[in-house]
């Protein structure tokens, strides 16, 4: 298991929390999602051998929001 976090722009309520964690644990291999809104911080404990960065950024950025780095 791996942990990442991702830098995530547009998130200012908890209804943006809800959508990108369910979106990110509805991916086969994401175990744990913790939204940080007050910093943009998306941590991600992940297994990278099911699901990889560019999964879980693609997957933000269908939410409506921007990934940065």
């Known amino acids: 298991m ?10 200012t309520c908890g209804h943006c929390k809800m959508s990108v964690e369910g979106a990110l644990n509805e991916l086969d291999g994401v175990s744990v999602v913790e939204v940080d809104l007050n910093s943009g911080k998306v941590e991600v404990t992940y297994d990278e051998a099911k699901v990889s960065l560019d ?10 929001y921007d990934v940065v780095a």
């Open 55 to 64: 999964n879980m950024r693609e997957t933000v950025e269908d939410q409506g």
């Open 2 to 11: 791996q942990t990442k976090t991702l830098d995530v722009k547009g998130m």
